[in-house]
C-alpha cells in the first residue's frame, strides 16, 4: 500500500497540476466519446493503450470482458447498467470490446476442474458456454495451451453480438449513430488487432 499512497501524493502534485484546467472542467460533467469494455486483468490499462485522457472513456471492466445478452440483462446489472447508461445517457459514439491475451476468464472454460471458492465467477464465465462449443468445432484437434488465442478472439465476436441484442444498441448502430468495434490486445507484443469482419 505505500506505492500507492506515494502515488496519490506523487498524482496531486505533479500529473493533476499538469491538467488542472482539464480536471476542472470535468469536475461537474463527463461527455466520453466511446465505452470501452475490456477485461479486470491488471495487465490491460485502458488509458494507457489508447494514450487518452481523462473524460474520454467511460470503462466497464470484467472477468473475460463479457456482455450479457438482453435476455439475461436483470441478472448481471452492474455491467448492463452501465452499458445502458454510456449509450442512452452520455451519448457515447463508439463501443470496443476488448480482449486480450492469456485471458484467464477464457481459459477458465477448459478447465477440467473447477477453480475453487468462485461460484460467482463459474455462475459469470457460464455466460459464455457458447463460444467453447463454437471453437471446438472450428478446431477438431484443440488445444488450448497452444490455441487459446482462437478462443480469445472468438470471444471478442460473441461480445460484439451479445451487444446487439440490446434494442437501443442495435437500432443506434443501424441508423449508424453508433459504431462497433473488436480489439485485441496482445500483452506481449503490445500491439492491438482491430477487428475486420470483411476479412474473416
Known sequence: MDKLFKGVKKFSKHEYK????????????????????TCSDSRVVPGLITDTLPGE????????????????AFDFVSTTSGIEYAVNVLQVKNIVICGHSNCGGCKA???DEKINDTPYTQKWVQLVEPL???????????????DYQLVEQENIILQMKNLLTYPYIKNK???????????????????VYNYNKSKC
Not at 499538469?18 to 469494455?37: A, G, R
Not at 467453447?132 to 497452444?146: A, I, S
Request: proline share 4%.
Open 132 to 146: 467453447k462449443e463454437k471453437v471446438l468445432k472450428l478446431k477438431y484437434d484443440f488445444n488450448y495451451e497452444r
Open 173 to 191: 448502430y443501424q441508423n449508424a449513430g453508433l459504431k462497433i468495434y473488436g480489439w485485441y490486445y496482445d500483452i506481449g507484443n503490445g500491439i
Open 57 to 72: 472513456l467511460f470503462i466497464i471492466r470484467n472477468v473475460a470482458n463479457i456482455v450479457p445478452p438482453y435476455s439475461q
Open 109 to 111: 472454460l477448459f478447465m
Open 18 to 37: 499538469n491538467y488542472k484546467t482539464l480536471y476542472k472542467n470535468l469536475s461537474n460533467k463527463q461527455s466520453p466519446h466511446t465505452l470501452f469494455i
